[in-house]
């Protein structure tokens, strides 16, 4: 038996995850199901999503997955209205989808700054704002998991966009907690440092970076 089988009795909840295709997105995901969750996922890359979502049904729960982008308001939307069409409520939403590319600020334009915070910040209100009533639909109050970054905690060099976009979210959720509380709908965040993912793995690789060279002993941790 699991934590999340043993601590939180979650079998029968319903979970939506923004981001939830690879990664710790992926791991989200198949702990969910693994613990009896039955799920509502997207992500950008169409075939990660699937894959996870082939991995979830095998743990035997529901799974209905899409391809969504973050970055394209209108294809979370037409996330949003699927889920409602495949769910009559929702209990657990999980904002994960988020990311960078590491420039000095002074490098930076308009463009990169909308990118870092539409992908980082404003996707959240986007998908709070139309999860919040299917979570009020279950009666029973519920829980919203946003993830922010360490770089929300810290001054780190490359990162200020993004940083000042996570940091925001960091507050957004206190004050979001405020207001759904008396709702029973729980908000809460978690600031991750760097896990082993492709999209890090990469992310370094183009900044010219060896992934295992540059780090001390023990900075990665699993996802």
Same mark, same amino acid.
């Given at each position: 038996?699991?934590?999340?089988?043993?601590?939180?009795?979650?079998?029968?909840?319903?979970?939506?995850?923004?981001?939830? /295709?690879?990664?710790?997105?992926?791991?989200?995901?198949?702990?969910?199901?693994?613990?009896?969750?039955?799920?509502?996922?997207?992500?950008?890359?169409?075939?990660?999503?699937?894959?996870?979502?082939?991995?979830?049904?095998?743990?035997? /729960?529901?799974?209905?997955?899409?391809?969504?982008?973050?970055?394209?308001?209108?294809?979370?939307?037409?996330?949003?209205?699927?889920?409602?069409?495949?769910?009559?409520?929702?209990?657990?939403?999980?904002?994960?989808?988020? /990311?960078?590319?590491?420039?000095?600020?002074?490098?930076?334009?308009?463009? #990169?700054?909308? #990118?870092?915070?539409?992908?980082?910040?404003?996707?959240?209100?986007?998908?709070?704002?139309?999860?919040?009533?299917?979570?009020?639909?279950?009666?029973?109050?519920?829980?919203?998991?946003?993830?922010?970054?360490?770089?929300? #905690?810290?001054?780190? /060099?490359?990162?200020?966009?993004?940083?000042?976009?996570?940091?925001?979210?960091?507050?957004?959720?206190?004050?979001?907690?405020?207001?759904?509380?008396?709702?029973?709908?729980?908000?809460?965040?978690?600031?991750?440092?760097?896990?082993?993912?492709?999209?890090?793995?990469?992310?370094?690789?183009?900044?010219?970076?060896?992934?295992?060279?540059?780090?001390?002993?023990?900075?990665?941790?699993?996802?």
């Amino acid at each position: 038996m699991g934590f999340l089988d043993e601590r939180c009795a979650l079998a029968g909840r319903i979970a939506v995850v923004i981001g939830g /295709g690879a990664g710790i997105g992926e791991a989200v995901s198949l702990a969910l199901a693994s613990a009896g969750v039955e799920l509502a996922i997207c992500d950008r890359d169409a075939e990660a999503v699937a894959a996870t979502a082939v991995k979830a049904r095998a743990l035997g /729960g529901r799974v209905h997955h899409a391809t969504a982008d973050v970055l394209d308001p209108a294809s979370i939307e037409a996330f949003y209205v699927e889920v409602e069409a495949a769910f009559d409520h929702v209990d657990i939403l999980v904002n994960l989808a988020g /990311g960078t590319t590491r420039r000095p600020f002074m490098d930076t334009r308009p463009d #990169h700054w909308e #990118h870092d915070i539409q992908r980082n910040y404003r996707y959240v209100l986007q998908s709070c704002q139309r999860a919040v009533p299917l979570i009020r639909k279950s009666g029973r109050g519920g829980s919203i998991i946003n993830f922010t970054t360490i770089e929300a #905690h810290r001054g780190a /060099g490359t990162f200020a966009v993004y940083a000042g976009a996570k940091a925001g979210l960091e507050n957004f959720s206190r004050a979001l907690a405020v207001e759904l509380g008396p709702e029973r709908i729980r908000v809460n965040t978690i600031a991750p440092d760097q896990t082993p993912s492709m999209g890090n793995w990469n992310a370094m690789r183009e900044m010219g970076l060896d992934a295992i060279e540059s780090l001390p002993p023990g900075y990665f941790e699993a996802a």
